[in-house]
């Protein structure tokens, strides 16, 4: 099994940046992918980017541009940079491994 701590959310006026991180303990050398995800107050949660071990990387159409997901998933690292917010960003944010194991989630709100 694989534990996740995420980092990083808070209150950023739109337009503003956060970084998530996200740090995995345990059996990381099963850890093939890293992704956040984010859920809304309406609890609808979506995919908002993903790296795969060969590289690959894949983000909701919402956040191209504005957000970056880097990270090293051999060491059970991600983080998620987040530039240019705008209120429809916010959301409590997962980080997840391998489509299963969750953390905790952080809450990032972009308000005036």
């Known amino acids: 099994q694989v534990q996740l701590v995420e980092s990083g959310g808070g209150f950023v006026q739109p337009g503003g940046s956060l970084r998530l991180s996200c740090v995995a303990s345990g059996r990381i050398s099963m850890i093939y992918s890293m992704a956040w995800y984010r859920q809304d107050s309406g609890n609808h949660r979506e995919l908002v980017a993903s790296?795969?071990?060969?590289?690959?990387?894949d983000y909701a159409e919402s956040v191209k541009g504005r957000f970056t997901i880097s990270g090293d998933n051999s060491r059970g690292i991600s983080n998620l940079q987040m530039n240019n917010l705008k209120p429809e960003d916010s959301a409590v944010y997962y980080c997840?491994?391998?489509?299963?194991?969750w953390g905790q989630g952080t809450q990032v709100t972009v308000s005036s």
């Open positions: 997840c491994v391998n489509g299963g194991n």
């Open positions: 790296f795969s071990n060969s590289g690959f990387k």
